[in-house]
T-cell receptor
């Protein structure tokens, strides 16, 4: 089954404790991205990757890191989480973007930082 | 000004009614337009692309007005299962490929 998986699905942590949210896709997609969704703000792009070893900042990259060592995986790293990073996070993938391609989203990770 | 703006609603409509709402975008260089559906904080899923000539998919009709920089979605003969949040997505290629999401319009269909 073609899918994007994220782990964990739910996480409660404390300020300053490093965490990683994994994202994996099995569709051989080049383009992957991370979004956070907050009430009233919609989805905002954190980082994206056009291909292996190529990553770029989105609209809200502060406090986050990513890596793309393999095509299928695109982990999101919070080195020192803070309460303002409490949010719903989605990973997405698609073929090389042409403007007509569907974004496939993972099921989301609900993160709470105390 | 936000790049993509939507009326958050909610639009509360009875079954069988028609409901329509718009999404405005600020970047005149925007190239592609989509409507996604999101159920109760689950992942967004593509509902339909929006083409310049307008397009239909069953009970759903999407229109694009480049001059006024908005897209619209119309749902005919609403079903209970249409209750969801509808996200407007706009893409552009300037310095790089960029997707911009609206905050969503919530539709609730009541029996």
């Amino acid at each position: 089954e073609a899918q994007v998986t994220q782990n964990p699905r739910y996480l409660i942590t404390v300020t300053g404790k490093k965490l990683t949210v994994t994202c994996s896709q099995n569709m051989n997609h080049e383009y992957m991205s991370w979004y956070r969704q907050d009430p009233g703000l919609g989805l905002r792009q954190i980082y994206y990757s056009m291909n292996v070893e190529v990553t770029d900042k989105g609209d809200v990259p502060e406090g986050y890191k990513v890596s793309r060592k393999e095509k299928r995986n695109f982990p999101l790293i919070l080195e020192s989480p803070s309460p303002n990073q409490t949010s719903l996070y989605f990973c997405a993938s698609s073929p090389p973007p042409t403007g007509t391609d569907e974004q496939f989203f993972g099921p989301g990770t609900r993160l709470t930082v105390l | 000004r936000k790049e993509v703006e939507q009326d958050p609603g909610p639009f509360n409509v009875p079954e069988g009614a028609t409901v329509a709402f718009n999404c405005t975008y600020s970047n005149s260089a925007s190239q592609s337009f989509f409507w996604y559906r999101q159920d109760c904080r689950k992942e967004p899923k593509l509902l339909m692309s929006v083409y310049s000539s307008g397009n239909e998919d069953g009970r759903f009709t999407a229109q694009l007005n480049r001059a006024s920089q908005y897209i619209s979605l119309l749902i005919r003969d609403s079903k209970l299962s249409d209750s969801a949040t509808y996200l407007c997505v706009v893409t552009s290629w300037e310095n790089d490929y960029k997707l911009s999401f609206g905050a969503g319009t919530t539709v609730t269909v009541r029996a």
